[in-house]
């Protein structure tokens, strides 16, 4: 109650914005894969370990921000990546990668 007291204007924002939603459904939806691992995360082995799964958990969120398959996208970049120079390695992030995916279609029905 004293957050609803003390942020009204916050708090009514809705009432003048469509766009923004009344309910944090969306946000509970997406966390809960993050709360499914939290168990098995406790087990990485490492510090490292623990930041190569964060920055992994980051790539697969990346990938379905942008609407590219996760499983698709990790078996053609390991694949690909050790070919690689390390100056083309962006080429690999799943927002690039969609982009050239979508050019080799198109260029392969032509």
Same mark, same amino acid.
């Given at each position: ?62 990938? =379905? &921000?942008?609407?590219?398959? *996760?499983?698709? %996208?990790?078996?053609?970049?390991? @694949?690909?990546?050790?070919? /690689?120079?390390?100056? =083309? &390695?962006?080429?690999?992030? *799943?927002?690039? %990668?969609?982009?050239?995916?979508? @050019?080799?279609?198109?260029? /392969?029905?032509?």
């Amino acid at each position: 109650m004293n957050y609803l007291l003390n942020d009204w204007p916050g708090f009514t924002n809705f009432l003048s914005d469509g766009r923004i939603c009344l309910t944090n459904n969306a946000a509970e939806r997406e966390v809960r894969g993050v709360a499914r691992g939290r168990k098995a995360w406790l087990f990485v082995g490492s510090d490292r370990g623990g930041e190569r799964a964060a920055m992994m958990y980051s790539l697969i969120g990346s990938c =379905r &921000l942008n609407s590219v398959d *996760p499983l698709l %996208w990790l078996t053609d970049v390991l @694949a690909r990546i050790a070919d /690689m120079p390390q100056s =083309r &390695l962006q080429e690999l992030l *799943p927002w690039n %990668w969609k982009a050239l995916r979508q @050019a080799e279609t198109i260029e /392969m029905a032509a």
